[in-house]
């Protein structure tokens, strides 16, 4: 079973402002919060095959993201 995340309303505002700091480019968080905010929805090896990060890596930013308020999960497929 795979989970589906996406960014929330505070994600979207959040990231759109992360996107202009060109230092924050390619972190694993950038990556992880910039794959769900042009795809919409995705799945942790999803994020995992586009961005090149591993599967553990998008899972810590995940759950910290979603502890943050800023990514939730949608369905567990």
Request: hydrophobic share 35%.
């Amino acid at each position: 079973m795979a989970n589906v995340y996406a960014l929330t309303e505070k994600g979207k505002g959040y990231f759109s402002k992360m996107r202009d700091n060109s230092s924050l480019f390619q972190t694993e968080g950038y990556l992880v919060l910039d794959d769900l905010f042009e795809n919409g929805t995705d799945t942790t090896s999803e994020i995992a095959r586009q961005t090149g990060l591993s599967s553990g890596e998008v899972m810590r930013k995940i759950e910290e993201f979603k502890k943050q308020g800023l990514v939730e999960t949608l369905a567990d497929l």
